[in-house]
């Protein structure tokens, strides 16, 4: 059984076997969350993700998929980045978004990790509104059969918390 608990908070101090990064295709930095993680984690992190690119993801990680690297300087063994959908009005790609929480918890389960810390992918720069996006994550983790015990839902604000506190039974 995956315990779900929720904390108001920022990702980068989480003592946890894992934290997911909604990162981008390049998996090169950016903002939000990933900017976060690169800042606190320090270069050992963009040194790993260099070498991704250099190997297995030529073109980059694909949307809804997963991978780990070291977790660098912070209080984590690993970060596993993810690559949520931009959000968009004409077409629906939660199944996307669904999938960077499944594929997250399979390459952290795989790992070994026992706890792992999520933001609200895609939930920011992305686009994604807020309420739809603690419903697709809360559910999606629900519904996955994964060896992880805690998923650790790490929200920024105030807003993010209430969002997915909404979801819980
Ligand atoms: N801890 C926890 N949550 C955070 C933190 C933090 N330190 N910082 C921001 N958030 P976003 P996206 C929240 O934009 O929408 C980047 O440039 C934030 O308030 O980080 O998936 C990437 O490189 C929001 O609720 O990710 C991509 O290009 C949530 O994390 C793009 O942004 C996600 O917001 C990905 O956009």
Same mark, same amino acid.
């Given at each position: 059984?995956?315990?779900? /608990?929720?904390?108001?908070g920022d990702i980068t101090e989480q003592?946890?076997?894992?934290?997911?990064?909604?990162?981008?295709?390049?998996?090169?930095?950016?903002?939000?969350?990933?900017?976060a993680?690169?800042?606190? *984690?320090?270069?050992?992190?963009?040194?790993?993700?260099?070498?991704?690119?250099?190997?297995?993801?030529?073109?980059?990680?694909?949307?809804?998929?997963?991978?780990?690297?070291?977790? *660098?300087?912070?209080?984590?063994?690993?970060?596993?980045?993810?690559?949520?959908?931009? &959000?968009?009005?004409?077409?629906?790609?939660?199944?996307?978004?669904?999938?960077?929480?499944?594929?997250?918890?399979?390459?952290?389960?795989?790992?070994?990790?026992? /706890?792992?810390? =999520?933001?609200?992918?895609?939930?920011?720069? =992305?686009?994604?509104?807020?309420?739809?996006?603690?419903?697709?994550?809360?559910?999606?983790?629900?519904?996955?059969? /994964?060896?992880?015990?805690?998923?650790? =839902?790490v929200?920024f604000?105030?807003?993010?918390?209430?969002? &997915?506190?909404?979801?819980?039974?």
């Open positions: 059984m995956t315990v779900i /608990t929720l904390v108001q003592h946890v076997d894992a934290i997911v990064n909604a990162a981008n295709s390049s998996l090169l930095g950016g903002g939000g969350v990933d900017g993680i690169h800042r606190a *984690g320090g270069p050992e992190i963009l040194a790993a993700c260099r070498a991704l690119r250099a190997s297995h993801y030529g073109k980059g990680l694909p949307t809804g998929r997963a991978v780990a690297t070291t977790a *660098g300087r912070l209080p984590a063994r690993w970060v596993v980045h993810t690559v949520g959908p931009v &959000f968009s009005q004409e077409e629906d790609r939660s199944e996307l978004l669904a999938s960077c929480y499944r594929e997250s918890l399979r390459v952290a389960a795989e790992l070994g990790a026992r /706890t792992v810390a =999520f933001p609200a992918v895609s939930a920011g720069i =992305f686009g994604w509104p807020m309420d739809d996006a603690a419903r697709t994550a809360v559910e999606t983790v629900r519904q996955t059969d /994964t060896a992880v015990e805690e998923v650790r =839902f929200l604000d105030e807003r993010a918390y209430a969002a &997915f506190t909404a979801q819980m039974p």
